[in-house]
């Protein structure tokens, strides 16, 4: 069974900072790769997608990046604001049922002013 | 549009109560999810719907009664539930050929 590992669970920096988040797997055979951050009690909201046979993606000051082979991916934020500070997921979509996803348990990132 | 909805966004019930949560979407989607998530945890996987067919069910237990009347609307009845069962509930759709789930904003429950 496909297990998803997010490193490191929680995160504090100040404002400005660049930072990475990481997204481990551990059955390359994904079909994509998704980041979500959610606020809380909130629901999720999609950031990037990688499709298995990209490297990255980017929107604004987001970077993914998939290394499928080394079962990694890292989400790379470019000078962090305050209003970034929520949980960040990222979900692999299993290769062999469309339809099931493979959440892993988050990293909650605060922003310090 | 790209917007799931879900009602009631909070709900407190008793464990003899029958109540049901509703999630629906108007993006022509045919896969819709319904998701638990506990505090500080990941979504947990309850059901999928394809095209309008239960096509997942991670053994969940049976005072959870999915249903998808029509391919824009999708319930969750509960009934009988246990003050474990507190928790998130969200509801996701993705389209066909479509890669990216589009998450609700959740229905907090508890269970009294």
């Known amino acids: 069974k496909q297990e998803v590992t997010q490193i490191p669970a929680a995160l504090s920096v100040p404002e400005g900072e660049n930072l990475v988040l990481n997204c481990s797997f551990t059955?390359?055979?994904?079909?994509?790769l998704q980041w979500f951050r959610q606020d809380p009690g909130k629901g999720l909201t999609s950031l990037l997608l990688?499709?298995?046979?990209?490297r990255e993606q980017t929107s604004g000051r987001l970077n993914a990046s998939l290394d499928k082979s080394s079962g990694r991916s890292t989400l790379y934020i470019a000078a962090s604001q305050p209003g970034d500070s929520a949980t960040y997921l990222c979900?692999?979509?299993?290769?062999?049922?469309?339809?099931?996803?493979?959440f892993g348990s988050g990293t909650k990132l605060n922003v310090k002013p | 549009d790209t917007e799931v909805t879900q009602t009631p966004k909070h709900l407190v019930m008793g464990m003899t109560n029958k109540k049901s949560l509703k999630c629906e979407q108007h993006?022509?989607?045919?896969?819709m999810y319904w998701y638990k998530q506990k505090a500080k945890k990941p979504p947990e996987l309850m059901f999928v719907?394809?095209?309008?067919?239960?096509?997942i069910n991670e053994s969940v237990p049976s005072r959870f009664s999915p249903e998808c009347p029509n391919s824009s609307l999708l319930n969750l009845h509960l009934h009988a539930l246990q003050p474990e069962d507190s928790a998130l509930y969200l509801c996701?759709?993705?389209?066909?050929?479509?890669?990216?789930?589009?998450f609700g904003p959740g229905t907090r429950l508890l269970v009294l």
């Open positions: 996701a759709s993705r389209g066909t050929g479509g890669e990216t789930q589009y």
């Open positions: 059955d390359s055979a994904i079909y994509n």
């Open positions: 990688i499709q298995s046979s990209q």
């Open positions: 979900a692999v979509k299993e290769g062999y049922n469309f339809n099931k996803f493979y």
């Open positions: 993006m022509g989607h045919r896969a």
């Open positions: 719907y394809s095209y309008e067919k239960l096509s």
